[in-house]
């Protein structure tokens, strides 16, 4: 027993010259996962009443829980720090130095990350009002009515709509990759972006004339087709032995509409000036604007 007691002197002396550190860095660890805790609790109550998930999923269609990132991610930056801080406590500068290093390039890139965070709220608000001042225009006319009742097409004031979102969401991508310093993606984007912006007049002036073209091949169908119907026309073509289903009022009618709209329609793939899709359609349409002629002729 005697030979153990020099042993447990030395043991009690380096426990009692390291005791206090001991306690000092617990304390730490101790007080900092409760600061890291509180933090994480707070950042995620503070969030969900702005229900950014919510409205993130309003917006987007997509279920994602960006508070229990934010929340979490915070929650690993006071652990972090709190490791560090528990390291010098016990004087151990080689593990805490790394830390410290780790700490300060992650306080340097948070600037980065927190502007890229606002810019990336800033888009998502603008394209959010883009969106929805779009969806009450398009709401208050009978766009959507009057596509499935005469063209049999899907309504188009969502689509138009949520395509307007995303445009505007991209318009800001290179400006959020351009605070975080990320040029690798930010180039090829940049020139990406450059060339849409470029197409996007001439895609509105296509749309323009394929929509004025065709309200008005519309409305000519309608006008002549109900003339031809009040005039006889029908009765007469049943006379002359056609068919009931047969009608000339909406054969004229569908006659006037190939020929205005099919001329619009070769004029607005001109205004999209791409040669790969407009060329080949447009010699299309035009074969089958020489053919309709013929088709009359023949009948």
């Known amino acids: 027993m005697d030979r153990l007691r020099p042993l447990w002197d030395a043991l009690q002396g380096a426990l009692g010259a390291n005791l206090a550190q001991l306690l000092g860095a617990l304390a730490i660890v101790i007080v900092g996962w409760f600061v890291a805790a509180l933090v994480k609790a707070g950042v995620r109550k503070a969030l969900g009443a702005l229900r950014i998930n919510a409205r ?8 994602a829980d960006i508070e229990g990132v934010v929340a979490l991610a915070l929650f690993w930056v006071v652990i972090l720090l709190t490791l560090g801080a528990m390291f010098n406590a016990l004087n ?5 130095g790394s830390f410290a290093a780790l700490t300060n390039q992650l306080f340097e890139y948070a600037p980065r990350v927190l502007g890229a965070a606002l810019l990336a709220l800033l888009a998502w608000l603008v394209a959010t009002a883009v969106r929805g001042l779009t969806q009450k225009v398009l709401d208050r006319t009978t766009l959507d009515e009057k596509l499935s009742e005469h063209a049999n097409i899907s309504p188009i004031s969502e689509s138009l709509s949520s ?3 995303w445009l505007v969401v991209l318009l800001f991508v290179p400006a959020i990759l351009g605070a975080l310093q990320m040029e690798g ?7 990406m972006t450059t060339k849409a912006l470029d197409i996007l007049p001439n895609l509105v002036a296509a749309l323009v004339i394929g ?3 065709w309200v ?5 169908r309608n006008l002549v087709s109900n003339l031809l119907r009040s005039v006889g026309a029908d009765q007469v073509g049943t006379k002359a032995g056609l ?12 006659l006037v509409f190939i020929v205005v709209f099919v001329p619009a329609l070769i004029a607005a793939l001109d205004a999209l000036k791409i ?4 060329q080949p359609a447009t010699e299309m349409l035009a074969m089958l604007l020489d053919a309709v002629p013929r088709i009359v002729g023949a009948g």
């Not at 068919?243 to 569908?254: D, H, K």
């Not at 040669?275 to 407009?278: E, G, K, L, P, V």
């Open 56 to 63: 993130f999923a309003g917006s987007t269609g997509q279920k």
């Open 92 to 96: 151990l500068p080689a593990v805490s």
């Open 163 to 165: 395509a307007l979102f």
């Open 185 to 191: 993606l930010l180039a090829p984007l940049r020139e």
């Open 211 to 213: 929509g004025v073209g």
């Open 216 to 220: 008005v091949a519309m409305v000519l």
């Open 243 to 254: 068919a009931e289903t047969v009608q000339i009022s909406r054969l004229a009618g569908l």
């Open 275 to 278: 040669n790969a899709i407009s």
